[in-house]
């Protein structure tokens, strides 16, 4: 579609919404200035493949019978409540998932999309708490090599090529980039070895470059490339059970079973008493240790100890961690 029959097009739907009545063919050809240095005929030709388009795209333009001083005539009019969308609600905890999300692209390729979001947001009537969870900041640095050129050359189809591993130059045909347990990987058809391989980023040891015209990558189906992604997850783990006392309100995964409370707690444990204590069986130790931290001061781990341990090695990994202050987002 050209400009402008485009812009001919938005001044149409503008004419037809603002209106307090319905308007005659005359008076949107006097309104709209790409209607008016067309004569007769080409005028009734133009309006009437312009209202077609618009209904194709779901655009309500309703024909009216008026009155009018040379007897009944046709007016036109979209009605506001049919074309605009509904005010959009998000809950408090839905506003700051976005919050968090926006949070992981700062000084990346998102950046400015991620900014504008929190902006209209707050506008709005929502203030989400980008501070919530723990921080999953995509940061520049050597973890994260070529992630902006990577990137947009996944969304373009385009070929690239890097060293990798400092050993060999590789020639991908980008599918897919994932995140993974903290670190990004790039899934692609390597053209070198003729097969899908997954890089990691932090293991790309030069410059990304283009190697090809954009559009020329043909990806696999959803399928495909979820088989290949199966790759970077870790083998089933063992069931794990553990001794919990929560809130009533707090529903962690798994399967639990009501309990008694230990005849003898850990040191300095205290059961607050409108907690319930449950036996919590999960797919793993991790799943257990994050499920126990999402659910935050609202759950106690009771037992048993390798549990505990593994809660406490992972709330050092969590101290140790390099924080940084995070830039104010526009608001």
Known sequence: MSSRRSERLVNLVIALLVTDRPLTRAELREAIEDYRGKSDQSFERTFER????LRNQGIDVRAVTIDSYFGNEVGYRIPRSDFELPPVQFSQAEADALGMAA????DQVLDESSASALTKLRAAGVEPDIEAGVSTQVTSGPDQTGFPELWRATLSGTPVRFDYRETAVRHVEPWRMVLRRGHWYLLGFDRDRQDPRVFRLSRISSKVSEDGPAGSVLRPGPEVVQQHLQRLEPPPASPVTALVAHD????????????????SLPDRVQIPDDFVVETLTVAGMDQMVTSLLQAGGRAILLGPPQVRRAM??????????????????PR
Do not use: C
């Open 248 to 263: 009533r309100t707090v529903r962690l995964p798994g399967r639990a079973e009501a309990a008694q409370p230990p005849e």
């Open 312 to 329: 406490a090695d992972r709330l050092e990994q969590i101290a140790v961690r390099p924080w940084s202050h995070s830039p104010e987002v």
């Open 103 to 106: 949070r992981v692209w700062r």
């Open 50 to 53: 312009d209202k077609d388009e």
